[in-house]
Nanobody, 121 residues
Framework: QVQPVESGGGLVQAGGSLRLSCAAS????????MGWFRQAPGKEREFVAT????????YYADSVRGRFTISRDNAKNTVHLQMNGLKAEDTAVYYC??????????????WGQGTQVTVSL
């Protein structure tokens, strides 16, 4: 079992940057695909980015492609989401998830508690 814990959220002005981190405790981190999802108030949880076990393959939602970058460090059991050019519509609780390389929430077995990202105009 791998338990992810997110950090790095906060308040930032539009156009700014934030770097989210996800530290995963437990064994076998390098054998899992990882994902980031987000949920804004009143909306369903949506896919943001996913990364393969080795980190060689990544995939992004259209809404963040070119602005966000997902990466991982298997030696440190961590995955990061670098977010640049933030927009007000990026405001949400961001969740780290452990599973497979996928865009579907049901493909992920373990979820963090989430970290709030708020982008002000």
């Amino acid at each position: 079992q791998v338990q992810p814990v997110e950090s790095g959220g906060g308040l930032v002005q539009a156009g700014g940057s934030l770097r989210l981190s996800c530290a995963a405790s437990g064994r076998g981190f390098s054998s899992y695909g990882m994902g980031w999802f987000r949920q804004a108030p009143g909306k369903e949880r949506e896919f943001v980015a996913t990364i393969s076990t080795s980190g060689s393959i990544t995939y992004y939602a259209d809404s963040v492609r070119g602005r966000f970058t997902i990466s991982r460090d298997n030696a440190k059991n961590t995955v990061h989401l670098q977010m640049n050019g933030l927009k007000a519509e990026d405001t949400a609780v961001y969740y780290c998830a452990v599973g497979v390389f996928s865009t579907r929430p049901e493909s992920f077995s373990y979820w963090g508690q989430g970290t709030q990202v708020t982008v002000s105009l």
